[in-house]
Antibody, heavy 116, light 106 residues
Framework: QVHLQESGPGLVKPSETLSLTCTIS????????WSWIRQPPGGGLEWIGY???????NYNSSLKSRVTISVDTSKNQFSLNLTSVTTADTAVYYC??????????WGQGALVTVSS | DIQMTQSPSSLSASVGGRVTITCQTS??????LNWYQQKPGKAPKLLIY???NLETGVPSRFTGRGSGTYFTFTINSLQPEDIATYYC????????FGPGTKVEIK
């Protein structure tokens, strides 16, 4: 059973870069897309983007100019960088495995607060 | 980008009652539509994929129908453990989630 775990700073200052890592255990990065999805407090789910294990990416057009998702197959990890953050980027950030069109495996979520 | 709407945004129903949620998309997405359940403080859980297929282990009181731009999700015989927010998600063009429907017990 694959397990995903988000890690990274829980507090980021405005205008700085939010960086999170998702570590996969119990499975391999191969043959799947790996996603970041976020949820502001009291809000709905917003897809940020995904990366194929080979490195191909696709991003939400509303975030594309600020987002980079990368993969490190040697560590069985993938990462999110979101630049120039504002308070509107405060959210729970989930990593998830995307296959065949849906998400069956999710991390527990990591709350990131943007505040000075 | 594909826009998605869900209605209602919230509802209240009795235990044992039937709940129906609709999801509409701004363009034809065939049947590339999934439904998730999210309980407070937890990650979403896949319930229905490809509009009408029940995920393994999910109770049969959850059903989904539709294609094109109009989809429905039904809970037959609502149970107390079904209290949650439900989201639709399309994957015809990248990924979009609907705004969610919060289900409560009357």
């Amino acid at each position: 059973q694959v397990h995903l775990q988000e890690s990274g700073p829980g507090l980021v200052k405005p205008s700085e870069t939010l960086s999170l890592t998702c570590t996969i255990s119990g499975g391999s990065l191969s043959s799947y897309f790996w996603s970041w999805i976020r949820q502001p407090p009291g809000g709905g789910l917003e897809w940020i983007g995904y990366i194929y294990y080979s490195g191909t990416t696709n991003y939400n057009s509303s975030l594309k100019s600020r987002v980079t998702i990368s993969v490190d197959t040697s560590k069985n990890q993938f990462s999110l960088n979101l630049t120039s953050v504002t308070t509107a980027d405060t959210a729970v950030y989930y990593c998830a495995r995307y296959g065949s069109g849906w998400y069956r495996a999710w991390g527990q979520g990591a709350l990131v607060t943007v505040s000075s | 980008d594909i826009q998605m709407t869900q209605s209602p945004s919230s509802l209240s129903a009795s235990v044992g009652g039937r709940v129906t949620i609709t999801c509409q998309t701004s363009q034809d997405i065939n049947n590339y539509l999934n439904w998730y359940q999210q309980k407070p403080g937890k990650a979403p859980k896949l319930l229905i994929y490809d509009a009408s297929n029940l995920e393994t282990g999910v109770p049969s009181r959850f059903t989904g129908r539709g294609s094109g731009t109009y989809f429905t999700f039904t809970i037959n015989s609502l149970q107390p453990e079904d209290i949650a927010t439900y989201y639709c998600q399309q994957y015809h063009t990248l990924i979009t989630f609907g705004p969610g429907t919060k289900v409560e017990i009357k």
